[in-house]
């Protein structure tokens, strides 16, 4: 989507390793998020950021962390990748009053 | 907590009817109810929102009607084309963020 990108867009990784999601929008939007999506879970809220290095805990935060020093980034961290993190991420961003743009998703996988 | 539950979660058509997708919430502070779609590969894309001062809202071949009494909204899609075929997800508002709590998703499949 034109504006929110996401990087990488594949991933690959071993259990135990750090991995690193970015998101970068040039929206100037205030609200950031991450989702995971999951068959038969649709999206859940990971974390979310209302404004730099201002952030709050989803649904699902546990194993996550995030971070937000600048209001175009917000970085999604995988301390130590598990196998039960494999899935597809999105990044999303929004407006006070408009709905989110997503990112088109990063595809991580766990070995 | 809250909670937004979408029927059903796989839906077939024959190209040129029309499909309806429902889903219901649980906050009754919920404002906003916006639908996304999803193609394959792709991130969702908003197509329709509507917000809780409006029963119905149109833009050309989809519609969305809320009922806040009852806590639901429908997606309607007329004349339906194979191009229709994704995943659509329902959400609605939640707290004082904003922040979209969605529903599962569901797998609409138009055939020719």
């Known amino acids: 989507d034109a504006g929110i990108t996401q990087s990488p867009r594949h991933k690959v990784t071993e259990t135990g390793t750090p991995v690193t999601l970015r998101c970068h929008q040039t929206?100037?939007?205030?609200?950031m998020y991450w989702y995971r999506q999951d068959p038969g879970h649709g999206l859940r809220l990971i974390h979310y950021?209302?404004?730099?290095?201002?952030?709050d805990k989803g649904e699902v935060s546990d194993g996550y962390s995030v971070s937000r020093s600048k209001t175009e980034d917000f970085l999604l961290t995988l301390e130590s990748a598990t196998s039960s993190q494999t899935s597809v991420y999105f990044c999303?961003?929004?407006?006070?009053?408009?709905?989110?743009?997503f990112g088109s998703g990063t595809r991580l996988t766990v070995v | 907590g809250e909670n937004v539950e979408q029927h059903p979660s796989t839906l077939s058509v024959q190209e040129g009817d029309s499909a309806v997708i429902k889903c219901t919430y649980s906050?009754?502070?919920?404002?906003?109810f916006p639908w996304y779609k999803q193609e394959l590969g792709k991130g969702p894309q908003l197509i329709i929102d509507?917000?809780?001062?409006?029963g119905e809202k149109k833009d050309q071949r989809i519609a969305v009607t809320l009922n806040k009494t009852a806590k639901h909204f429908s997606l309607h899609i007329t004349e339906t084309q194979p191009e229709d075929s994704a995943v659509y997800f329902c959400?609605?508002?939640?707290?004082?963020?904003?922040?979209?709590?969605f529903g599962k998703g569901t797998k609409l499949s138009v055939k020719p």
């Open positions: 959400a609605a508002s939640i707290g004082s963020q904003g922040n979209l709590i």
């Open positions: 929206e100037n939007h205030r609200y």
């Open positions: 906050d009754s502070a919920s404002n906003y």
């Open positions: 509507i917000r809780s001062n409006v």
């Open positions: 950021s209302y404004g730099v290095k201002d952030t």
């Open positions: 999303a961003s929004r407006d006070r009053d408009y709905g989110y743009t």
